[in-house]
């Protein structure tokens, strides 16, 4: 039997991971026993192959394939891992770094792709959206979603409510030049430009 130490290349791949921003578990991840409780209690691995006590235990033996693995796409930050862990871990956070990870060397384009209208609406407005290529969905899935959505107008002003706070030019101003300036925009420039060349490819 061999004793992993400290300094070994897979401890390495968990501590990039413990040093990210993101993470609020300090050295959760290391304090794994791999009980399974984030699995048992994930409503992802209920329904598709995700697993979270197998990410951990990637991650732990410095598996960086699992940068390229698409299950890591199906975790939809619930925090149900997080907040049943016995030794104060979260898997979630972890799975939001690997894609951070993976994002930053150019892998998962494609599972972003369909979100740019988020982004968009976070640069040119300031605030959250609901992208247009999800309306079909969301009205198949909540039956009255669509007709809610066409009446708002009327329904807000039926149940006299103000109008919605909008934020001011300055604000988006400010806002665009933020996300300008920590590379959120050239990211998403990045993103749509390479599966909008795939897509001309394909055709």
Same mark, same amino acid.
């Given at each position: 039997?061999?004793?992993?130490?400290?300094?070994?290349t897979?401890?390495e791949f968990?501590?990039?991971?413990?040093?990210?921003?993101?993470?609020?578990?300090?050295?959760?991840?290391?304090?794994?026993?791999?009980?399974g409780?984030?699995?048992?209690?994930? *409503?992802?691995?209920?329904h598709?192959?995700?697993?979270?006590?197998?990410?951990?235990?990637r991650v732990?033996d410095?598996?960086?394939s699992?940068l390229?693995d698409?299950n890591?796409?199906?975790?939809f930050?619930?925090?149900?891992c997080?907040s049943?862990? *016995?030794?104060?871990?979260?898997?979630?956070?972890?799975?939001?770094?690997?894609?951070?990870?993976?994002?930053s060397?150019?892998?998962?384009?494609?599972?972003?792709?369909?979100?740019?209208?988020?982004?968009d609406?976070?640069?040119?407005?300031?605030i959250?959206a609901i992208?247009?290529?999800?309306?079909?969905?969301i009205?198949?899935?909540?039956?009255?979603?669509?007709?809610?959505?066409?009446?708002?107008?009327?329904?807000?002003?039926?149940?006299?409510?103000? *109008?919605p706070?909008? *934020?001011s030019?300055?604000?988006?101003?400010e806002?665009?030049?933020?996300?300008?300036?920590?590379?959120?925009?050239?990211?998403?420039d990045?993103?749509?430009?390479?599966?909008e060349e795939?897509?001309?490819?394909d055709?």
């Open positions: 039997m061999t004793t992993q130490k400290i300094t070994d897979p401890i968990a501590e990039d991971i413990i040093s990210d921003v993101k993470n609020s578990k300090e050295d959760g991840v290391l304090k794994c026993v791999q009980c409780m984030c699995t048992s209690t994930c *409503p992802a691995a209920r598709s192959d995700y697993n979270p006590r197998d990410i951990i235990e732990l410095g598996d960086i699992i390229k698409d890591i796409w199906n975790c930050y619930c925090y149900t997080h049943v862990c *016995p030794v104060g871990n979260s898997v979630c956070e972890v799975n939001q770094i690997l894609k951070q990870f993976a994002i060397k150019g892998i998962g384009y494609d599972k972003l792709y369909e979100y740019m209208g988020f982004a609406s976070y640069f040119t407005a300031a959250g992208p247009e290529i999800f309306f079909e969905d009205a198949n899935d909540v039956p009255g979603w669509w007709e809610f959505r066409q009446n708002l107008g009327e329904i807000r002003d039926e149940l006299e409510l103000e *109008p706070l909008m *934020p030019k300055e604000v988006i101003g806002v665009s030049k933020i996300l300008t300036i920590t590379g959120f925009k050239d990211r998403i990045k993103i749509r430009a390479s599966q795939k897509n001309e490819g055709s």
